[in-house]
């Protein structure tokens, strides 16, 4: 991504769909000296449901590092987040932790298309919770496509930004 250390965060809005519910969210990626920030912050059900998201992602090389979330919604409060290292992630969600060990490394669906963009590479394998996936870059027109048939995901981004994401149990769209 071309970002310069003077420029404006990269912001967008989009919208979600779930199996269980659909929102909207801002997603905005910050560069700074050595790492990038993606901050998400999502509603869904009216505003009854919120999540809050700070991530880091290491730029050289280029590779997660941490999550940090904040949920709310009218059952369930919780904080928790991600540490990422090389193919193990450890989630934790107040006082509880598990992990992941995964065949490649580690990333998550919440930063994967904003990742993306910042990838040069024409092939990126990573693990992400449910599965191990491939994702291989072409080029149609000026709009890069990231995909992985093991999972059935498909990343669009234009000019840098990802505008389209369709997995499974996810549908991304930016508005």
Aim: aromatic letters at 14%; a negative charge; proline letters at 5%.
């Amino acid at each position: 991504m071309s970002l310069s250390l003077n420029q404006d965060p990269v912001s967008a809005n989009y919208r979600f769909d779930l199996p269980a519910m659909d929102g909207s969210a801002k997603v905005t990626l910050h560069q700074n000296r050595d790492t990038y920030t993606l901050t998400y912050s999502a509603a869904a059900y009216f505003g009854m449901m919120k999540l809050n998201s700070f991530s880091v992602i290491n730029k050289n090389p280029l590779k997660p590092l941490s999550i940090e979330t904040e949920f709310n919604g009218p059952f369930n409060n919780y904080t928790g987040g991600t540490l990422f290292k090389d193919s193990l992630a450890v989630y934790y969600k107040n006082t509880d932790s598990n992990y992941v060990q995964g065949k490649y490394p580690v990333n998550d669906w919440i930063i994967l298309p904003f990742f993306l963009s910042l990838k040069d590479d024409s092939i990126y394998r990573c693990t992400l919770l449910q599965t191990d996936a491939v994702f291989t870059k072409t080029l149609s027109s000026d709009t890069i496509i990231w995909q992985d048939s093991l999972s059935n995901t498909v990343i669009k981004i234009y000019d840098n930004v990802p505008f389209y994401m369709k997995s499974d149990n996810l549908t991304l769209i930016k508005e």
